[in-house]
């Protein structure tokens, strides 16, 4: 039983260096999230997904871009890569949204340099 | 604006002493407080939700209660395997699907 799977879990990037972070799900959860977590800041929303083909933006999308082209994932990209994007990434589903609980992936441990 | 905070920040606490964590909300038309335990270099886990004004749920020594304007972890005689950052979370009805989290607890019980 995976649950909430993040790829990879750890990376380094150069400034202006191009990734997608990939969030996979075996749940069949309809919601997914994208947060971002840094220290003293707590878990801020970067952009969530209430279904297949569907995305929003959260509290502090910008600089990213999401995809959710199949239900179980959804990709998280940055175009070009600042060092203020340097932070840990955590996904998460949720069967029906926010007032169902929320599964989260073990996160993601992002650098720019 | 919607807002969740936690305090304090963080708590030490001697092995089998009692104590609380706090988490004061301002939500329009709560839907829901969540509150999440979180090791280090791993994600959020689940731990309790609660709904409305006057809820309890219990886990093991952890206890969360729910008012009005605030939430409340008790943690009963606490063991060192209970240390960890415990983060609370709420749903709001102008939020839908979005969860808003405070700054967390980081909890440490020495033996």
């Known amino acids: 039983n995976a649950g909430v799977t993040q790829t990879p879990k750890f990376r380094v990037l150069k400034t202006g260096q191009s990734m997608t972070l990939l969030c996979a799900q075996d749940m069949n959860h309809e919601y997914m999230y994208w947060y971002r977590q840094d220290p003293g800041m707590g878990l801020r929303l970067i952009h969530y997904s209430v279904g297949e083909g569907t995305t929003a933006k959260g509290e502090v999308p910008d600089g990213y871009n999401v995809s959710r082209l199949k239900k179980q994932n959804f990709l998280l990209g940055l175009e070009s890569a600042a060092p203020s994007q340097t932070s840990v990434y955590f996904c998460?589903?949720?069967?029906?949204?926010?007032?169902?609980?929320?599964?989260f992936g073990q996160g993601t441990r992002l650098t720019v340099v | 604006e919607d807002q969740v905070t936690q305090s304090p920040e963080a708590l030490r606490l001697q092995e089998g002493e009692s104590s609380s964590l706090n988490c004061s909300y301002t939500?329009?038309?709560?839907?829901?407080l969540f509150w999440y335990r979180q090791d280090p270099g791993k994600g959020p886990e689940f731990l309790f939700t609660?709904?409305?004004a006057g809820e309890e749920k219990e886990k093991e020594r952890l206890k969360a209660t729910l008012t009005k304007k605030e939430s409340f972890l008790h943690i009963t005689a606490p063991k060192p395997e209970d240390s960890a950052t415990y983060l609370c979370a709420a749903h709001g009805s102008s939020n839908t699907g979005k969860l808003i989290f405070g700054q967390g607890t980081t909890l440490q019980v020495k033996p």
């Open positions: 998460a589903s949720s069967p029906r949204g926010g007032d169902t609980e929320a599964f």
């Open positions: 939500v329009s038309g709560l839907r829901g």
């Open positions: 609660l709904y409305s």
